[in-house]
């Protein structure tokens, strides 16, 4: 393995979700922002946009939204949306159609250009010495987002970002071993549940802050919960609010 | 500005296209799939699976399908996959029904743990001085790319990486500046191209190593271009691929 301080901090990676009542300074943040433009960016047309939520009130509705305690309290909480309304609104005001923007791939590229910049100042805040939890619970209630941050047609708000000083040391918490997510050449269908048994024992020594200090349940066990399971969720209306942001029609 | 080895790397990101003829070394490999494994996962679901391709027959494929000259030749080639196909298999051996795999937010789950564990090792082969590519053109042909790489249905093929070492050194490539890409609070839906204008021009001091060292058109130009113009191309079929291999059904 090689090491350096980059990759030693990536392998040491954990979810913050309890931050220091310290602000993130006007200098980290700008830091922050510069590695996020700094992004890769599919076929060039940089399709995200970032919103720094300082309002209280927002940052009070956005987590009534994601039903998490920590949203919106101390650190910086900054949404990633994803963006073909600009590039609309360039092509429209050059006497261009949509073009391909309302295709399911064009909005892809844009969901991968967001998710890029959050990895990207994910590593960068930790480089820090910053944590930081990724939010994907900001789609619990897409259209309530949408209409709180005023998204116009052809965006979408994918993830929250929530970085601050942290204020707990999460134990480092176990993935998959290699031999199930990585295949040479071919993807192998065979799947024996019992070949994940050991990991499912090392998953239960991990210890979930969240949950005062309980063990979790196994990865098998996790996936077969009521997490996964069909229920009646804002979430299942995500492919219809897409098309009525006008996303992924075709 | 915040300074470390990691952030400095960051804001020095340039997509490498041109590899020298040097193998990625074994410890460098596995550093990069530690790095990828190590990576945030949307409610601890680990959906996304890699596929590394050594056989020169499928590398063929691969580039045919991409239509760039350089993929599969000097360097690695991963494809990063969306993996919901493991989790059902978890959840039927367990007697568990699909549950809510079928989706649209689950998909959208599994491409955030895929661009994520991305984007980590790009940072990662960065941080070893190793170059990359991602390639969002290997759904050129999706549904190609599937058959190639024999991939059950509830996977889809999202993003290749191609790293190696260096064997270029393009120039930094100007990002759209903060001011329209960041916002506070509220979306600002008023938008002129005209203030694009000084980005534009900066975009055009820039040459594209990729096309026999010639500038490239301004941003603008370019979002309004033949890229982005409706076309008859396989990527239109994405959709259908996707309802195909049992994804974003609802």
Redesign the interface.
């Known amino acids: 393995?090689?090491q350096?301080?980059?990759?030693d901090?990536?392998?040491q990676?954990r979810?913050i979700r309890e931050f220091a009542p310290v602000k993130v300074t006007p200098?980290?943040l700008?830091?922050l922002?510069?590695?996020a433009?700094?992004?890769?960016?599919?076929?060039?047309?940089?399709q995200?946009?970032?919103?720094?939520?300082?309002?209280n009130q927002?940052k009070a509705a956005i987590r009534k939204i994601s039903t998490q305690d920590y949203v919106g309290g101390n650190g910086e909480l900054l949404i990633f949306?994803v963006?073909l309304?600009?590039?609309q609104?360039?092509?429209k005001?050059?006497q261009?159609?949509d073009?391909?923007?309302h295709?399911?791939?064009?909005f892809?590229?844009g969901?991968?250009d967001t998710?890029?910049a959050?990895?990207?100042v994910?590593?960068?805040a930790e480089?820090?010495q910053l944590g930081a939890v990724?939010l994907?619970s900001i789609?619990n209630d897409a259209q309530k987002m949408i209409e709180l941050?005023?998204?116009?047609q052809m965006?979408f708000p994918?993830?929250g970002l929530q970085v601050g000083q942290p204020a707990q040391k999460p134990q480092l918490?176990p993935?998959?071993p290699?031999p199930?997510?990585?295949?040479?050449?071919?993807?192998q269908?065979a799947?024996?549940?019992h070949a994940?048994a050991p990991y499912d024992e090392v998953v239960q020594t991990y210890y979930d802050l969240r949950d005062t200090n309980r063990r979790i349940d196994s990865?098998?066990?996790?996936?077969?919960s009521a997490?996964?399971?069909?229920?009646d969720t804002k979430?299942?209306q995500?492919?219809e609010i897409?098309h009525k942001q006008q996303l992924?029609l075709?």
């Open positions: 393995m090689t350096n301080f980059t990759i901090t990536q392998l990676h979810t200098a980290q700008e830091t922002l510069q590695v433009r700094h992004t890769s960016t599919s076929m060039f047309m940089q995200f946009t970032i919103l720094q939520i300082t309002d927002k949306v963006d309304y600009r590039n609104q360039i092509r005001q050059m261009a159609d073009g391909r923007l295709q399911t791939d064009v892809i590229q969901v991968e998710v890029l959050v990895q990207n994910v590593n960068a480089s820090m990724i994907g789609v941050l005023g998204l116009p965006t994918l993830l918490k993935r998959l290699l199930f997510t990585l295949f040479e050449n071919t993807y269908t799947f024996d549940i994940l990865f098998t066990k996790q996936v077969a997490k996964m399971d069909q229920r979430r299942n995500i492919l897409l992924c075709a």
